[in-house]
Structure formats: structure tokens, C-alpha cells
């Protein structure tokens, strides 16, 4: 408990925030790598995503390859690109890509996937050309998952860019190395605390995106399918009471 008290102290200490390695720079620093990496995972992945998720085909070798690159260690991929590409940023982000790319390619086409396949047809039927399918119908109703599958990969990334202070000497992660070294815990837990209000902030900022991304037209049929299905409800529970009455006043 003294530690954390340490901690949240270390933390409101403005002596820690000033300064070229101070909290600010830090923080800078790891929302940068962070944007840079999810920014490239995403120009990557999303498109490979949607394409899989449109036509249908390859989703068995992009479940593999997902899981294949969901299984490899992240500080040992860094460890080996360090060694390849020496001190820098370049290590760092390449590792976080692997990271980041399963999530992305997985919310990508889940979307795509989970939009119904007679709205399709129909889009079809209308005449609309097989890009506009995808930029005005599939788009559309799959963006909430898509925006989903983002979220999952910016906090993934935000809580492991710790790692490239092992590489780069960028971002928060130099307090908890830092505070290991030197043994001053409160340092490591308070690093540790601001990865965790970033990414508590972050995906909050995705949880607003991805409830207003919703078409309206999606979101008034899901309140007309709860209202239909609470109606229903209400109906079973009345049938049910009437049902009772009947038995208790005409008893067999």
C-alpha cells in the first residue's frame, strides 16, 4: 500500500513532469510509437481484412496466420529485431505490427462477414457496382466491430510500446526500466499507472466512436427487434399469470 501511495506521489510531482526524459516527454513519446504502429498495422490489415470479409475466401489462412502471429512472444521478436536492426525505433514498431496486425485483420472481416447476405444481394439487385457494396453497405454496418477490432489492437499496442524502451529508450517504459534498475518502485508502479490511465483513456475514446458509428437505420431496428422481443416477454409472462389464476381458482 505504500508503494502505490509512493507512487500516485511520484506521479503528481511536477519535478517529474519537466525535463527532456520527464512524464510529458514520455507520455509524447508513447502516444507517437503507439499511433505510428497502429496507423501502419491498420493500412495493412484492414484492407486484407475487408477483402477476406467481402468475398468470402482466405478466412482459413487468415485464422492461421492471426494465430500464428498471436503466439509469438513479443519481447523475444523484439530481441531478435534488435539484434537484426540495432538501437532505434525501427525494432520497436515492427514487433508492435506483429502485435497488432491479428486483432485488425480479425475485426476487419468479422465485419464484413457480419453483415446479412441479402442486403448484399439486394445492393447487387439495385445495381450498385461491387466497390460501392463495400464503401455504402458492408462498411457501414460492419463499422462497429471494425472500430472494435481497433480498439482491441490500440490497447494491446499502448500496454506493450513499453517494450521499446528496452530498444529505444522512447516512451514510459523508461520509468519502469529505469525504476528496476535503481530499484525505486515507485517510479516502476508509477510508470506502470500511466500505461494504465492512457489506456484506460484511449479506450474510452474508441468506446464512444464505436457506439456513434452505428447507422441509424441499424440502430432503430435493434431498439424495434428489443422492443418486439420485450413485448413478447411481457405476452409469455401474462399467458402464464392467466395460466396460474385458472389452475388455483378451478382446482383439478
Not at 441499424?218 to 428489443?226: K, N
Request: net charge positive.
Amino acid at each position: 500500500m505504500n508503494y502505490f501511495v509512493e507512487a500516485i506521489a511520484w506521479v503528481l510531482d511536477p519535478a517529474n513532469w519537466g525535463g527532456p526524459s520527464g512524464i510529458a516527454v514520455r507520455l509524447t513519446q508513447h502516444l507517437a510509437i503507439s499511433a505510428i504502429v497502429l496507423l501502419l498495422a491498420s493500412a495493412i490489415a484492414l484492407p486484407i481484412g475487408m477483402l477476406i470479409g467481402h468475398t468470402g475466401r482466405g478466412k482459413h489462412a487468415a485464422v492461421m496466420v492471426s494465430g500464428g502471429l498471436r503466439a509469438l512472444p513479443t519481447l523475444g521478436v523484439l530481441t531478435l529485431f534488435g539484434l537484426w536492426l540495432g538501437i532505434g525505433l525501427r525494432a520497436p514498431v515492427l514487433a508492435l505490427l506483429i502485435l497488432a496486425i491479428p486483432p485488425l485483420l480479425a475485426g476487419a472481416y468479422a465485419g464484413f462477414e457480419s453483415v446479412d447476405r441479402r442486403t448484399i444481394d439486394a445492393a447487387r439487385a439495385m445495381g450498385m457496382r461491387e466497390r460501392q457494396i463495400i464503401g455504402r453497405v458492408e462498411l457501414p454496418i460492419g463499422l462497429p466491430i471494425l472500430v472494435g477490432g481497433v480498439r482491441s489492437a490500440a490497447l494491446q499496442i499502448i500496454a506493450t510500446a513499453t517494450l521499446a524502451a528496452y530498444i529505444a529508450d522512447e516512451g514510459l517504459g523508461r520509468f519502469l526500466f529505469e525504476g528496476l534498475k535503481t530499484r525505486d518502485y515507485a517510479e516502476m508502479l508509477g510508470g506502470s499507472l500511466l500505461v494504465i490511465a492512457l489506456a484506460l483513456v484511449v479506450d474510452g475514446a474508441f468506446a464512444l466512436v464505436q457506439r456513434f458509428v452505428v447507422p441509424t437505420g441499424v440502430r432503430l431496428a435493434r431498439a424495434s427487434r428489443g422492443g418486439s422481443a420485450a413485448a413478447g416477454r411481457e405476452a409469455r409472462i401474462r399467458t402464464t399469470s392467466a395460466r396460474r389464476s385458472i389452475t388455483e381458482g378451478n382446482p383439478t
